[in-house]
């Protein structure tokens, strides 16, 4: 994969250098976004290297402001009734998809609609499984075209959405792009081919127009968007780079004028020589590994437990990334909204010394079956990134003292997620960033599988399929909770009890690794590490 890393590489650097020598359509921002995007489709998206392109060509009823906080969009107004149940969404006059179509409410009822169906098949659905009948729909208790659906228009420019409960964080949850609506008269003339180049269209500040697999993603300022004569920047190309150390290198060669991420060990580079460029910030997301709990023996709590307290967590940031991403115990992150009176869980190994810890580990292991002499043997993966692979030898040296014997394995991003959401791991690396700030956004990950009509387990984002009876009745049970100090407590025993069992391994909190230029202005820090170019101008 290495090898596989650097071709592309080079064959990216060609491709940039021919096309910064020819762009001339006006000011030009070149951003390195990461893995290539499986799909800009948002409805079957699943990160932010592709919520970063489709951020920018969709925009939903709500929308983000620089600080990444919900504002107006596609929606001029709204009003909500008194008992927090009935939303009534204004569109503003004029909107149109970038072909000239007039945006209407019957495109976002068509685009809840098609989120839900299962034929869909959307990963992130259940972000807006506060509309009624969201979840009926998802599971096939509901049929797609229910006149029960929680969502309706009423008009081509009023759009009814109907909660199951009130929901404080559902603005919120509108500017995630599972949210968005999608062109109903391109999909049903087209199909799954929408989102081709030659087919797309959107209602956001930019248009995609051109697409290269492996090397960027080109958008160019759209003529139809409402806000257009605000919008400073004239094309955005979203360029496939996961070689950091190449990136960093075509940053400070002047190619790039936004890195998304880069070497843990540059970061004091940039803050040493680069004053001002580099934007270390802390935000709401969790790097952690999850442990494929349908395995034995993985699916003996104790085992897990082994694996998880034997990480000497607070070496991570400082010494083997050299960026400061702060230790985590927990899985909600610190600073979520709607959490307040819950006392931050902290397990009770916390009070053992690092040594002590691994004792415990060892002495688990061994009731287990497994010593250094007769090791556990497993299979770590992570998606290509040197951070991640710094962090899976670093892990799988730990575990050698414990009787762990780990193989590393590292895929592409997309590549990675599929094994993951497969199954066909034994421990592997994820990370979440929140959609918005809620502790239900990183609870439901550890939700149990909702069972198709097929008879098959969905089983999400819960990769590591973490099932409990308990764990689900509470959250369940919060999601339905009007009083916010009781939803709180609901929300905090369940990530009490999920931790308690290892449901998985945090291991830290995510700092924001960006460099920016000083040509670039309007990127501001925010606890979404959510940019969207509309917001940013640049000086040549």
Do not use: C
Request: charged share 25%; no cysteine.
């Amino acid at each position: 994969m290495r090898i596989t890393s650097v071709l592309k590489a080079a064959a990216t650097a060609g491709a940039l250098s021919l096309l910064m020598a020819s762009t001339a359509l006006g000011v030009t921002l070149n951003t390195m976004n990461g893995s290539e995007p499986g799909t800009l489709d948002p409805h079957k998206a699943s990160g932010d290297w592709q919520n970063r392109i489709i951020g920018d060509y969709i925009e939903g009823l709500m929308a983000e402001d620089a600080k990444a906080a919900p504002i107006p969009g596609q929606a001029e107004s709204y009003t909500l009734s008194e008992d927090g149940l009935v939303y009534t969404f204004k569109l503003r006059d004029g909107i149109q998809w970038s072909d000239g179509t007039p945006v209407t409410a019957a495109d976002f009822e068509f685009a809840f609609r098609r989120l839900f169906n299962p034929a869909t098949a959307s990963e992130y659905a259940y972000l807006q499984y506060p509309i009624k009948g969201g979840s009926e729909i998802a599971e096939g208790t509901m049929t797609p075209d229910s006149a029960d659906f929680g969502v309706k228009a009423i008009d081509d420019k009023t759009l009814e959405i109907t909660l199951e409960a009130p929901t404080p964080y559902f603005l919120d949850a509108l500017t995630h792009y599972t949210a968005y609506p999608v062109p109903k008269h391109v999909i049903e003339a087209k199909g799954d081919a929408w989102t081709n180049v030659e087919n797309i269209v959107g209602n956001g500040p930019f248009k995609v127009t051109e697409w290269v697999p492996g090397n960027y993603v080109k958008s160019v300022k759209s003529d139809t968007y409402y806000d257009k004569d605000n919008v400073k920047i004239d094309e955005v190309l979203y360029y496939v780079q996961d070689d950091l150390a190449a990136a960093f290198n075509r940053y400070r060669a002047g190619e790039y004028d936004i890195l998304t991420d880069l070497p843990a060990d540059q970061q004091k580079i940039v803050t040493d020589t680069m004053p001002g460029e580099g934007r270390f910030a802390p935000f709401q997301g969790i790097h952690y590994y999850v442990i494929n709990q349908e395995k034995a023996p993985f699916d003996n709590v104790n085992v897990r437990k082994a694996l998880s307290i034997s990480i000497n967590r607070e070496i991570i940031g400082p010494d083997i990334w050299g960026s400061g991403e702060p230790a985590a115990y927990a899985w909600v992150p610190p600073g979520t909204g709607n959490y307040e009176g819950v006392t931050p869980y902290t397990p009770e190994y916390i009070e053992l010394t690092y040594e002590e810890r691994v004792a415990e580990a060892k002495k688990l292991m061994a009731e287990a079956g497994y010593t250094p002499e007769n090791p556990l043997k497993l299979q770590l993966r992570y998606n290509t990134n040197d951070n991640h692979q710094n962090l899976a030898i670093a892990i799988s040296a730990m575990w050698q003292e414990i009787g762990v014997q780990a193989e590393l394995f590292n895929a592409e991003t997309p590549v990675h997620y599929d094994a993951l959401r497969a199954g066909d791991f034994d421990v592997g690396r994820a990370g979440w960033l929140n959609d918005y700030s809620d502790p239900s956004n990183t609870l439901e990950l550890l939700k149990s599988g909702t069972k198709q009509a097929d008879g098959t387990i969905n089983w999400g984002n819960n990769y590591g399929r973490y099932s409990n009876e308990t764990v689900d009745k509470l959250v369940t049970d919060a999601a339905s909770e009007q009083d916010l100090a009781v939803r709180a407590k609901l929300l905090g025993d369940a990530e009490k009890l999920a931790m308690d069992e290892f449901a998985a391994i945090p291991l830290v909190w995510y700092l924001a690794s960006n460099v920016v230029k000083p040509s670039v202005q309007g990127f501001e820090d925010n606890a979404k590490d959510t940019h969207r170019t509309r917001w940013l101008s640049k000086t040549e």
